[in-house]
């Protein structure tokens, strides 16, 4: 909005002529988006007390879990309020780029606040049936990779996308088969991130680190200058997403301030569903699809540590006639609480971990 009105005004004085730097608009957008989030949480926490919608806590999992029962979740909403509201004042709302990535937040948000309404509120405790949560994330994917192809938004080819170290690679895809790939990018990504919500800070952290990053990479893709230096694929109006992006970040940082540990509110489904699913699309947009394997490795780890210790134990049970376990528990976090480590210690460490996989993200702009 502001981007559209007040740089009418640079006559007026040359102050306003900021609004039409990306740079000056995404530090706009993510301190907006983390003052929303911090005013409003009190009134969010106490209005999610009032609905009495409690996390209802493993019995198998560690035992210092068990305090957490009870704590206010569907705390997400309070993300996708900030970063939807900063996105609409700070954001070009014509560019396509925005369009799709904040429809996907809204579109993810809704189907978590659906799992969460039915496990927490009306106590199903398989939430929302899984196939039909499956089904809303594939026909997500499935109809942004259809429209990407039939109403291309730039120049490069739907189904072209880039290879991460490699400058002169591209990996291209048959139109159905880049119709798939959008789909399991788009539910690998939200259900990576809500396996990793499972720690108080956890999810909120990564997820901040993973949305500076891919907002960097953004900038740079939407740029003609550092995209032709830089070796990557020119996508005009890309850089419109760095405002999208700092808004989600500075959301998640927001709420990070009452989900640092001891925990004041949960994301629930409702705020790692729209963290995953925003990622996932905005790196499709970015035709950086196997650059967010690197951005969000730690999300990466987290789902194949499900994987791997569910496939084993089906495994060992067909095979011993007993289920055998790789990990203590998974998803991996909770095997090093098992371990002895404390809940902050997990969590700072994880992050770290974010910190680092960003790092080798950001070395792929050289190492080509």
Not at 133 to 159: D, E, N, R, T, Y
Not at 289 to 303: C, N, P, R, S, T
Request: aromatic share 14%.
């Amino acid at each position: 909005m502001f981007y559209h009105f007040l740089p009418d005004l640079a006559e007026l004085h040359i102050v306003f002529n900021l609004f039409n730097f990306l740079t000056f608009r995404s530090v706009g957008a993510a301190v907006t988006a983390l003052l929303i989030a911090f005013l409003a949480g009190p009134a969010t926490i106490r209005w999610l007390r009032h609905l009495r919608v409690g996390e209802v806590v493993r019995t198998d999992g560690p035992a210092s879990h068990l305090k957490k029962s009870g704590t206010p979740t569907m705390g997400g909403t309070l993300i996708v309020l900030a970063a939807t509201v900063s996105t609409l004042l700070w954001a070009e709302l014509t560019n396509w780029y925005v369009v799709l990535t904040l429809l996907s937040l809204l579109w993810m948000g809704a189907i978590g606040f659906m799992d969460d309404y039915l496990k927490v509120v009306q106590g199903r405790s398989r939430g929302l049936v899984a196939r039909y949560k499956m089904v809303g994330q594939l026909s997500f994917g499935a109809a942004l990779g259809l429209f990407l192809i039939l109403w291309p938004i730039h120049p490069v080819p739907a189904s072209w996308t880039m290879v991460p170290f490699f400058d002169e690679w591209v990996a291209v895809f048959w139109l159905p088969a880049y119709v798939v790939f959008v789909s399991l990018v788009v539910s690998g990504s939200s259900n990576a991130v809500n396996l990793t919500d499972g720690l108080d800070g956890l999810a909120a952290g990564l997820g901040a680190i993973a949305l500076v990053t891919i907002g960097v990479f953004a900038y740079l893709i939407g740029r003609v200058d550092t995209s032709a230096y830089l070796g990557l694929l020119y996508l005009p109006g890309a850089g419109e997403l760095a405002v999208f992006a700092a808004a989600l970040a500075g959301g998640a940082v927001g709420f990070l301030w009452y989900n640092a540990p001891p925990a004041e509110v949960f994301m629930g489904d409702t705020g790692s569903l729209a963290l995953g699913g925003a990622m996932a699309v905005m790196a499709i947009l970015l035709k950086a699809e196997f650059l967010l394997l690197i951005v969000g490795g730690v999300f990466v780890v987290e789902a194949l540590s499900v994987m791997l210790q569910v496939g084993w134990f089906k495994y060992t049970r067909r095979r011993f006639g007993t289920g055998r376990r790789l990990f203590l528990m998974a998803p991996i976090h909770h095997h090093f609480e098992k371990l002895g480590w404390a809940e902050p210690k997990v969590v700072i460490r994880f992050w770290i971990l974010g910190l680092l996989f960003a790092m080798l993200a950001f070395s792929t702009l050289k190492i080509r």
